[in-house]
């Protein structure tokens, strides 16, 4: 059995939780969180412990999962707690990524700890096949579209506007710039070819929806490089409408072997809730992560580093037989 | 540069040929061959050498492809050849691989080389693909479907049946099963209602076109369980447009992480060439297998046990930095 631990029961922590009962060779041993533990429900049998406690469990867990954000939680709690715990986290802020693996790196390494980072789908699955991909076909060009699927940030972006009461914002990728894709064409695609953004807000009482729309569709970064749809809605609606968090998105590469000779190689995710998907990412990395510190193998790794077959419950044999 | 040698000249030899000019650390050094090196016309500067002469290049490669067929090739020329080289071979029948692994394994690990087996992209990139969908999504389905694509074996099939002086044959996926699959239905497929098979078929002089259509859509294992389509063209015809190798498929897992939440992993490929693709694969795990050879790690491998990064030429560094 892994023993896993779980930091911080937002969306994510409660997806992992899900996910590890999924799993029957893991056992969800406690949650650790910030809060008053007596203020949590949880869903699961796990002990819910505060944070401060932490380190009393250090010989009874194998993988602790962090479940904060990439903004302020993870650089800070990843290498602390890579001291006394093996640990899995899904840090997206592509840029920092060389100095976040640094950090993880020294003190997982210090202390005889395995740890992972950029765990999830983009980071994460997404890379795996562009890395894939790109040693097959050396000669060929990438293209990543996300979508349709909820984004966190534009969402709260359009919340921030005066006289917005909620939103939700869809990033839907364009039909037409896919499938010129998957044909071969190799076409150069601008931001603005690729995505749409489509936006469903509540405004409070007495709010100028004209005056909103406007602000919405010239944001720079978030939406003017796009077409931006918005559609004005009740709250009502919008909650029984718009309450999920579905993601998913496409990984392609288009390559050439010879002359004339054209492949394409395309991987895609339709996900129902994106927490939910990326905790099970998390979770299966885990049980790679435990493994791995067993055989004496320390320090931050990534998912390129880790092979196939430590995810798997199957043996090497069982998977040549029945996978192969 | 890792320095490759190619035992055996046909589709698969020729693939791997190309392959090597596309990935400049790659250095194509020779092609052995059972036919009289003399009668062998290459398209690179590799030197043609008698596979008699074998051992005398034990020093002068760092992989040897085999490129060989898994009937009859395979199954003794990878065990044999993995005592003096590092091997890579695409052995593709699924059910002798753990009896192929075990010989190989041994050959290598006498003789302090690393080989892999069952490089491609069925097995290979679609093994892969299960793997990680299957770990992610314990409480899943895994869909398979081949083509729009040449299938060599029932095309061979339909060469055999008197009358008949050439053909074809295409398995096409059924798309509303794909639709379904993507719906996240889950529906359980017959053989019948996930593939198709078309055939393109060229007479001889006299033959009775009416009973060569009966004999193959009745033929057992290879048409009997399909529907079926057969079309009577010239020899001309044949040759203008149906001379290509494409195939492709998709791989999906529909998989569950709650009540109600569901989430599809898709992987298709679509390639103009099988043969070239497949050598496209092969020559990435090469690369793999001689970083491996040098690391001291001895024996046989599957794509399972490879971390992906051993196929880049990029460093960890730069992967963490470029592609994650």
Redesign the interface.
Known sequence: MVNIGILGYGNLGR?VE??VL??PDMNLCAIFTRRNPADLNVNSNAQVVSIDEIENWKDKIDVLILCGGSATDLPVQTPKYAKMFNVVDSFDT?AK??EH?ENVDKAAKENNKTAII?VGWD?G?F??????A??????GNDYTFWGKGVSQGHSDAIRRIEGVLDAKQYTIPVDSALEAV?TGKNPELSTREKHTRECFVVLKDGADAKKVEEEIKTMPNYFADYDTTVHFISKEELDKNHSGIPHGGFVLRSGK??D??????????????NP??T???LV?YA?AISRLNKEGVYGCK????????Y???KT??E???T??
Chains 1, 2 share one sequence.
């Not at 991987?267 to 129902?272: A, G, M, N, P, V």
Request: aromatic fraction near 8%; glycine fraction near 4%; hydrophobic fraction near 40%.
């Open positions: 997806g899900k996910a999924k799993n592509h990524i060389p693996f950029s980071p699955l890379s795996l096949n562009r890395l894939y790109n040693a097959i076909l050396p000669d998957r072997t010879s004339g000779v054209n492949h394409i190689i395309e991987y895609s995710l339709k996900l129902d809730s939910e998907f905790s099970s990412v299966s049980r990534t998912v390129f580093d880790i092979a196939p077959a995810l798997s419950t090497s044999e998977l040549r037989a996978m192969l």
